[in-house]
């Protein structure tokens, strides 16, 4: 059972994604309005993406952002990349968990409010 589980583990080992990456969990916006801002970087190169989210008018543009400048830091400091040679190779944004809230009706009665959340990933990879 051990040797079994060791080959399965280097075989995991070596199927790894190995590019930067960084996750953003549990935002506070609903994934539909990330993923306006999301498309809008997809396929370009970090500068061009930074540049964009810089002058994107959204509220999901500062995490979006922060998520991208984290992938970037990753990809420095733990793979030895150059910035200049990354581009957004993936970017998605889940559905995370949901807050249920409910909201006083007519009658005694009550409605409820589904506030939703986001996680935002952001995969990186060099020219």
Same mark, same amino acid.
Not at 1 to 9: G, N, W
Not at 70 to 98: F, T
């Given at each position: &059972? ?8 280097? =075989? =995991? *080992?070596?199927?790894? /994604?190995? =590019?930067? %990456?960084? +996750? #953003?969990?549990?935002?506070? +916006?609903? @994934?539909?309005?990330? $993923?306006?801002? !999301?498309?809008?970087?997809?396929? %370009?190169?970090? /500068?061009? #993406?930074?540049? !964009?989210? #810089?002058?994107?008018?959204? *509220? ?6 922060? #998520? ?6 990753? *990809?420095?400091?733990?793979?030895? &990349?150059? *910035? /200049? $040679?990354?581009?957004?190779?993936? !970017?998605?944004? /889940?559905?995370? @968990?949901?807050?249920? $809230?409910?909201? @006083? =009706?007519? %009658?005694?009665?009550?409605?409820? !409010?589904?506030?939703?959340?986001? $996680?935002?990933?952001? +995969?990186?990879?060099?020219?």
């Amino acid at each position: &059972m051990a040797t079994r589980e060791k080959v399965k583990a280097a =075989r =995991r *080992a070596e199927n790894k /994604d190995r =590019r930067p %990456k960084a +996750i #953003a969990k549990d935002i506070r +916006i609903s @994934p539909q309005k990330v $993923r306006a801002v !999301i498309d809008l970087i997809r396929g %370009k190169s970090y /500068d061009e #993406a930074v540049a !964009i989210l #810089a002058n994107t008018n959204r *509220a999901a543009s500062p995490v979006v952002l922060k #998520a991208l400048n984290s992938a970037k830091a990753n *990809a420095e400091v733990n793979l030895g &990349m150059s *910035a /200049d $040679r990354l581009y957004v190779a993936e !970017i998605y944004a /889940d559905a995370g @968990p949901i807050l249920k $809230r409910f909201i @006083p =009706r007519a %009658k005694g009665g009550a409605s409820g !409010i589904h506030k939703r959340t986001s $996680r935002v990933t952001v +995969i990186l990879n060099e020219r």
